[in-house]
């Protein structure tokens, strides 16, 4: 299948390994990450080449996780999201005009910083949205702001008045909270740990009334939608049984409307066929689109699996490309 379009692919900078490299040795085991995944993370001619083998002809590339999200020091924050976003559009998407888009990466320590780098990636540099890599720290490594937080106020606002989608994107739980992992730490990260943080921080934000406040933003999760598809209807009886307790939040409406409306998934790294056709009936072909995950997951792969998924040709129309052309308005 050829005129794909994927978009959770991942990019770095120098910038970027640069503050990794500061942050010491127990950083850098945490990424886990091979020295051909680092070489492909920062090569933009490798993944154009691997575009065409695969047959994809748009990707819009992102900062690896977690990115500028577990940067402490909030002046370094808002530093290496603007050094990322200049870099994303010098060295990728003018590099190869039509191949590569961008999203933003901003700096949530300080919200208002996030809300007016958004805005200057999307109006100056054409940024298709941002992507956010979980939770932010503010302080230390175990302390967070997740996006629900009223803190977040003026990003959202911003986010709103841009009209472009927030791609939520995970990262490992904080190491305090990783008791239950202790003795299979290779369930940490994308294994598992990923899914479970990411899943609940989505379901924060639909409690939270956000969606209330800002009917028409749309959040993009990955994998397809990191467990929820299956698992809202348990959450939603449950919530309902629970209705008179505390701890409910303050959405005006039921979960699954929000993850209807509010919510798009991709295929990113998540290669199955019986949970596409799970995604696709809970929230419709026209919330579902392609990606691949690169440079963590192969292109090939992708491909050769999403072409042989048994859907119509209309479908496989909409999520390989269409989707993605009427959202990014490639």
């Known amino acids: 299948m050829r005129g794909l379009i994927a978009l959770e692919e991942h990019l770095s900078t120098p910038r970027n390994d640069e ?84 999203f933003a990466a901003v700096p949530l320590q300080d919200p208002r910083a996030a809300a007016d780098e958004l805005e200057r990636a999307v109006r100056d540099l054409g940024a298709k949205g941002t992507l956010v ?84 933003l749309r959040i993009i999760l990955g994998h397809l939608g990191e467990g929820l598809p299956f698992l809202l209807p348990r959450l939603e009886h449950r919530l309902y049984k629970q209705r008179e307790g505390i701890g409910l939040g303050s959405a005006r409406r039921r979960v699954s409307e929000y993850f209807e409306e509010n919510f798009l998934v991709t295929t990113s790294g998540h290669f199955h066929t019986r949970s596409l056709d799970n995604a696709i009936a809970a929230i419709g072909a026209d919330r579902v689109l392609f990606s691949v995950d690169y440079p963590y997951e192969t292109m090939d792969e992708a491909v050769t699996w999403f072409t042989a998924c048994p859907l119509s040709r209309s479908d496989h129309a909409k999520i390989g490309a269409g989707n993605a052309r009427r959202l990014f308005d490639l």
């Open 133 to 216: 890599n979980g939770y932010t720290n503010v302080g230390d490594e175990n302390t967070a702001r997740y996006l629900d937080e009223p803190a977040n106020a003026p990003f959202w606002a911003k986010v709103a008045e841009l009209d472009v989608p927030v791609y939520l994107h995970p990262r490992e739980p904080l190491p305090g909270q990783r008791r239950l992992y202790e003795g299979y730490a290779s369930l940490v990260g994308s294994a598992w740990g990923f899914g479970h943080e990411t899943a609940t921080h989505a379901v924060r934000l639909m409690l939270s009334g956000l969606f209330d406040t800002h009917p028409g």
């Open 19 to 102: 503050l990794w490299d500061a942050a010491g040795e127990a950083a850098r085991n945490g990424r886990a990450y091979t020295a051909e995944v680092e070489a492909r993370l920062l090569d933009a001619e490798r993944r154009i080449t691997a575009m065409d083998g695969a047959g994809i002809e748009t990707a819009i590339v992102s900062l690896t996780s977690p990115g500028v999200q577990s940067v402490l020091d909030p002046r370094q924050a808002a530093e290496l999201a603007r050094d990322t976003n200049d870099t994303a559009r010098r060295d990728f998407v003018d590099a190869h005009p039509g191949r590569l888009e961008f």
